[in-house]
């Protein structure tokens, strides 16, 4: 019997091709700390991490150095990492109706930070033009997930990041569900 898995929004299965390999053959073969010395499976391990940084690079079509491309071990914690280290007390912070646990949690344990949800419509996405009025003067960060991996909708970041960039507020597209899938142009 074949198998059909259709949810790949929640976890992707099976894995790209080559990715297994990839990874046994790092940790059987490499398995160094990156950059933290000079022997040669550790010059190996900066080589691999480069190769990863300058293909994300082109992924994403960044216009920064590959070494400002930043590896997290997950979704989760890059917007951990993102929220965390941006947001403080007093500060605001906008995301979609159609936020991830994985950026709702984090933002509510964080003390003093307040936050506002753009509008979907009824297929669960942002409407665009309801972003602009909710931005206040404290207002730090956006951040929105492009695909949800709940009903499967893809959000017009295009849009959004236009709205931030106007207002100079960084915005953080959590892209886990779509690249490579999707095009994302930074």
Same mark, same amino acid.
């Given at each position: 019997?074949?198998i059909?898995?259709?949810d790949? %929004? ?6 790209? %091709?080559?990715?297994? %390999? ?7 073969? /490499? ?10 499976? %550790? ?17 994403f079509? *960044? ?15 890059g917007?951990? *990492?993102?929220i ?18 994985a ?8 003390d003093?930070?307040? *936050?506002?949800?753009?509008?979907? #419509?009824?297929?669960?996405? /942002? ?7 909710? /931005? ?6 956006v /951040? ?14 295009e849009a ?24 994302? #142009?930074?």
């Amino acid at each position: 019997m074949d198998i059909v898995y259709l949810d790949n %929004a929640a976890t992707s299965f099976p894995k790209p %091709a080559g990715m297994s %390999a990839r990874m046994k053959d790092y940790m059987d073969n /490499i398995g160094a700390t990156i950059n933290r010395s000079v022997y040669a499976s %550790a010059a190996d391990a900066g080589l691999v991490a480069l190769s990863l940084r300058e293909r994300a690079k082109r992924l994403f079509n *960044f216009n920064e150095k590959a070494t400002h491309v930043i590896i997290t071990p997950g979704a989760t914690a890059g917007l951990n *990492f993102i929220i965390k280290g941006l947001l403080r007390a007093g500060e605001h912070c906008i995301v979609s109706s159609m936020e991830h646990n994985a950026v709702m949690r984090p933002l509510m344990q964080l003390d003093g930070v307040e *936050f506002s949800r753009i509008p979907c #419509d009824g297929e669960g996405r /942002i409407i665009p033009n309801t972003l602009e009025p909710l /931005i206040r003067p404290n207002t730090r960060l956006v /951040i929105m997930a492009h695909g949800s991996n709940v009903c499967g909708t893809v959000q017009d970041a295009e849009a959004v990041g236009k709205v931030c960039k106007k207002h100079n507020i960084p915005f953080a597209l959590d892209a886990a569900q779509t690249a490579g899938h999707y095009p994302v #142009d930074f």
